[in-house]
Structures are given as C-alpha cells and as structure tokens.
C-alpha cells in the first residue's frame, strides 16, 4: 500500500478518485508543525534554529498519518507545489518514522486531473531544500518583526498592538495616502461643450472646446466663470464647421490570463468579493480539479491547453475568431516565478453551465476565469474610430466616436467600451448649433485604495507574494489599524496613524516600501539556490535589534488620555478618554483598584421600538465593528447591525434600517419591504 499525503481533505477525495485500491490519500490539514504560539521559538544564540512544535489541533491528524504510514510500503508527499506546499511536505517527513521515509517521493502538479497525477507518479523528485528554507525565512523574519516589535509597541503606545513585516507596510500606505487626501486643495477649472446637430436630422452630438488661435486649451487652462464667459460671449454667433475627419481602425486585444493578483482584482470589480473570499471560492474550485492552482504570479500556459482552446474557439465560435498562432503573454510584475501556470480552467471545454454541484458564488467565480482564459486566446475586437475636428471662429472642437465592426474576445468576455456613435458627416459641412455650455469643475483628491488597487500596488512594487495579499488585507482590518467606509475604500483609523507614525520616525526600515520589495528579492534568492537564507536573517536581525534597544531608550510612551466631567458609576472618580486597539472608550482613573470601562456611544434620536423606553445608540464591539443597541441595555437587549432610521415601514410599522450599501429595508425579518 503506498500513502499519498495531501494537505487538505477536499484535495485527498478529488486525488483519491483518481488512484487505484494501491494508494491511501490522507490530509494533513495543514501545517502540521509550526512555532509555538506563546512563545518566540527562535533560538536567536543558535544560527536562529526554530523550535517548531505540533500543535494541540494537529496532533490527532499526526498520529493518524504515523500509524497509516505502518502499514504503508512507501510515502508520496503530493502537497502544494509551491514554497508554503514544499514546507509541509518537509515537515511531514520531520515528524514521520525515519525508516519508512528513506525512501519517500515527493510529487508536484499544478492541476488535480488524472493525467497531472499519473504524470507527477511517473517523474518524483525529493524535497527542494531551497523553497523550504525560504518559506522558513520569510515565517521567521515575519516572526521575529511580530514578536520583537509588537511589545514595543504595547509599551509605548498601548496593549494589544501588532507589527508585522508586511502588514506594517500595507497600513503605511493607506495612512500616506488619507494624508494626501487630507492635505489636497481642489483647484477650479472649467470646460465647454457644444451641443450641435447635422442639419435636416435629429441626431445630436457632443464636441468639446480643444484650441483656440491654433493653441491646444490644456484642462485647467479656464480658471473660473468669467473667463469662460468671455469664451462663450466670443463664440456668439459663429458658424460651426467640420474641418478635418480621421477615420481608423483600432485593435482592442484581449487581457492576459489570470494571475493571482489579478483574479482578486477582477472578482472585486465585477463580483464584488473581498480578496479573502476569492481565494477562500478558488481553493475550493482548484481541491476539486476545475481549476489549476490558484497561488501564481506566472502568465504562461501549457502547450497542450493552447492546442486544445485553438480548436475549442473554431468549433465553438468559427475561425475568424481564432489566431493562427496561439496568444502568449509576458509578466511585467516584479519577482514572478514563471515556471508555474496562470489561473485556467482544466479543461477548456468544460462550460460552466453545463457543470453540476456550483453554488452560486463557485458558479461565478469558474465563470469568470473560464472567459477570460477563452477570450485571452481569442483575436482582438476591431473598433472603427473617428475624430472630428469644428472651426468656430478661432476656435476647435473635438468629438471622437466608435462602434464595434469586429467583436473578437469580445463576445466571451463582455468589457466596458465607450460606444459613441455619430451620424455620418462630410467634410466642409456647416452644422447647427443647440447649445454651448460652460462647466464648472474641482480637481479631485487621490482615491482610497480598495482592495483591488491595493493589490495592484503591493503586486507591482514586489510586496509579499500572491498567497498574502489577502492574509494581510484581513490582518489589518482585524488589528483595528483601517476600516473599509460604506464606499468599500479603506481609510485608517486614529490608532492606525498613531502606530505607523511611531514606525516610521524609530523604524523606517519596517515601513519602507523598498527595503520590504528587496528583502522579498532576497527570499526568492534563497528559493533559487542564490542566497543563503542565514545570512539573511543575521544581515536583517542585528541592525534590527541594536535600533530596537536604543529605541526602548529613547521613545516616550504616547500620552493617549483626555479629561472629561463624567463620573466612574461604581467608584466616583473621574473617567478619561483612552484610546484602545479598537477606538477610544471611558475608563476609570482609579484604575488598577477600579477596572470599569464604558463605550463611548453615540445616540440615534431613535426611540427602542422593543421597551418604548430607551433611545438606540450606536456602538461598537470589542474589534470595532459598529452596531446599535438600546440605552437600557442589559434591562433591553434589543440590537441590530444596521443604521436605525426614524421611520416606520410602510407594510409592517416596523423600524426601518439603512444597510452599508445605503439601501433602505425593513429591521422585520419577515417582511420583505426594501426601498
């Protein structure tokens, strides 16, 4: 009997439909050593040896696997193949009987289908000792940062605060960025637009003002109402005549396959899933054999699939839409390990309707990756674009149009094209004019990252790697260091600029985008056999540590207290306003002999519909999250999550609430009433 170990329970009952009665496929669930939880676990006087433990979890599971491997001829380690993957499978053989791993194979795919794992049966290698000393590098840099500067952090800022190499990093740009927003001063600028129609027609365009005396008019170049004013009283009485047309044609091309960074983008925009959720719907689509692994930064794909969809798109669509050649395409990311494949399907004509057992977001999330690797094989759509240029006096307007003549990719993966379409005009033709308008408008400030953008920002500078964009996006929330406002952009919180401030003036190296791309250069230098992973851990922990001692010396703790006239309910004293983790709170200046601490709420002016005597105020839990409740609380326990409005609704009489999407429901659960 041979023991294939996997390291999840859906990826053991997809491989083991696959195997024969001669393979016994179990999961490891995981990592099944890491560092302890309470402790550092390094040994920093011994080359920074980790004292990797089994957790209380694992234990179970890693009996199991002892005594199946009794009974086993060989072991076949089959976990990830990447450098989280290459760790477990080496962790295993730690903790397994040496005498029946002497002999073991280790085997990668980058799909869960038959053929992938009869061809990783037939070509086994051993453990690559280089992609595991990275993945330890990285856990014990990460490691020595959370566990080093956090309680420096709790001393002179607060209990219960947490650096970490990357999240840190993540959070300074949110905070760099609220500043920019801060500090932006909306300049004015104004436009003007000439409403015109062909003669003897209906149809009506749109030219905006580009030039004047021969001079291109830049954006801002119309400061305010008066001058633009003085354009309009200029303009009275012209003749608007068409004097130049250019008509050409404009390849679109299809977008490259996914990556991981990418399909977390993708899905945010169009289906609206935080990059957590995407990866959570990915893994489960990659453990079932529908996908191919969905952890890569590479956009290369497999000879094979590219034969396969070259027919798939002739039968499916006709040869016009077909290449000659199949499409490749190059990454422009830093650090991308292009001996792996994109995100595709396993199978270019598996359809998603015609795939049975999706729930709805499965369904969604297949779909979008199944188009768009169709539609990056595709030709490219063929758009007929004009632009026309109108004299008035000693001005030039512009309007520029398109329209489709070719869908290509198109027709797979439907893309947002601006589509005006103008009505046929000739050259030397006088047009009537409707109206000219002049537009006041504001420079606007830097948008908030989304999830999306902040992805693309990470992944462009080489921050982290695809499998932590969505770990840090979640730990930073969850640290209380930035919040997502109603438009889904995030934006830090006072404690958030508080610690990344603190960072940056004691330890700039921490924050810095640079030096966190150059030590993720250096973890892939150690997973290609170029770089010692020991000397990068000594190169980086010895400035570290002579800072962090000098700066335990020299920072003072952050004075993050105001008075108030508030009474303590259970000993009289006076309460302050602290700030926490989460926000700030009352607490007790007697304090440690009086431990009583109260939110800081703030009334709705909505009376509690439950004992018609409280009113509901908005509060927040202990990591932040805002909910309502009523002041009578614990004598009513009436809560709810969304805004109260003081409203009754229409159908039931109900309360009515407004959710973060603002839209306007029913807080009954059994009336459907939404507005």
């Known amino acids: ?100 791993t002497k002999d073991y194979q280790r085997i990668a795919f980058h799909e869960i289908t038959k053929s992938a794992i009869e061809k990783a049966l037939e070509n086994p290698r051993k453990i690559d000792i280089n992609l595991v000393n990275a993945q330890q590098a990285r856990r014990i840099l990460d490691r020595l940062v959370g566990y080093k500067l956090s309680p420096f952090l709790w001393k002179k800022i607060v209990k219960g605060l947490s650096a970490g190499r990357v999240q840190s990093v993540a959070v300074r740009l949110i905070v760099d960025k609220e500043r920019e927003i801060k500090n932006f001063k909306p300049e004015e600028y104004w436009g003007i637009e000439a409403s015109l129609q062909k003669r003897d027609s209906k149809e009506i365009f749109y030219a905006q003002l580009i030039k004047k005396d021969k001079k291109t008019i830049s954006k801002f170049e119309i400061k305010n109402e008066k001058e633009a004013n003085e354009i309009l009283k200029d303009l009275e009485k012209a003749e608007y005549k068409i004097i130049d047309i250019q008509k050409k044609e404009i390849k679109k091309y299809p977008q490259p396959p996914f990556t991981t960074s990418t399909l977390q983008q993708e899905a945010s925009h169009k289906l609206g899933f935080s990059a957590k959720q995407t990866m959570r719907i990915a893994q489960q689509l990659y453990e079932t054999g529908l996908i191919t692994y969905h952890r890569t930064d590479s956009l290369n794909l497999s000879a094979e699939i590219l034969n396969k969809t070259q027919k798939f798109i002739k039968d499916e669509f006709g040869i016009s839409y077909c290449p000659n050649s199949s499409n490749f395409y190059k990454n422009k990311s830093k650090g991308a390990q292009e001996a792996h494949e994109a995100i595709r399907p396993t199978q270019e004509n598996r359809k998603p309707d015609e795939i049975k057992n999706l729930d709805t977001k499965q369904y969604k999330l297949y779909n979008l990756i199944w188009q768009r690797f169709i539609a990056c094989q595709m030709n490219p759509a063929i758009l007929d674009a004009t632009r026309i240029d109108i004299q008035a006096k000693n001005y030039i307007f512009k309007t520029t ?193 009086c431990k009583h601490t109260e939110s800081i709420v703030s009334p709705t002016g909505v009376k509690c519909p439950k004992c018609k005597e409280g009113v509901i105020i908005e509060r927040k839990t202990k990591k932040g999250k805002i909910f309502y409740s009523c002041s009578k609380y614990p004598k009513c326990e009436y809560a709810l999550w969304d805004k109260p409005l003081n409203e009754k609704c229409p159908k039931c009489k109900s309360l009515l609430v407004e959710m973060k999407n603002k839209k306007i429901k029913c807080s009954n659960k059994e009336c459907d009433y939404k507005k």
């Open 401 to 593: 149009g398109s329209t489709i003549k070719f869908d290509g990719w198109l027709k797979i993966y439907p893309n947002k094209l601006k589509e005006n379409i103008l009505p046929s005009l000739n050259k030397e033709e006088i047009l009537e004019l409707i109206k000219l308008l002049s537009e006041q408008h504001f420079t606007q400030p830097p948008a908030r990252y989304t999830e999306a953008s902040l992805v693309k920002f990470l992944e462009e500078y080489g921050i982290g790697r695809p499998s932590t964009y969505a770990p840090i996006i979640g730990t930073i929330q969850d640290r209380g260091y930035v919040e997502k406002n109603e438009q889904k952009r995030f934006a830090p919180t006072e404690i958030g600029f508080i610690v990344i401030d603190l960072l940056k003036e004691n330890f700039s190296k921490i924050v810095d985008i640079k030096f966190t791309s150059y030590m993720e250069e250096d973890l892939d230098r150690i997973a290609d056999g170029k770089q010692d992973w020991l000397t990068v851990l000594k190169e980086f922990y010895k400035p570290f540590k002579e800072n962090l001692d000098k700066k335990y010396e020299e920072v003072e703790k952050k004075k993050l207290e105001e008075k108030t006239d508030k009474k303590c309910s259970e000993c009289g004293k006076d309460m302050i306003i602290k700030l926490g983790r989460f926000g700030k709170f009352y607490a007790c200046t007697g304090f440690p002999d």
């Open 1 to 100: 009997m041979k023991l294939v170990i996997v390291e999840s329970p859906a990826k053991a009952k997809t491989i083991g439909k696959y195997l024969g009665r001669n393979y016994k496929v179990l999961s490891s669930y995981g990592h099944i050593r890491d560092l302890p939880k309470n402790a550092l676990g390094i040994d920093l006087e011994n080359n920074f040896k980790p004292k990797y433990v089994i957790p209380t979890k694992a234990k179970k599971v890693a009996k199991e696997l002892k005594d199946a491997m009794k009974k086993s001829d060989l072991v076949i380690l089959a976990t990830d193949e990447d450098r989280e993957g290459e760790a477990i499978a080496w962790h295993l053989l730690q903790i397994l009987p040496e005498n029946k």
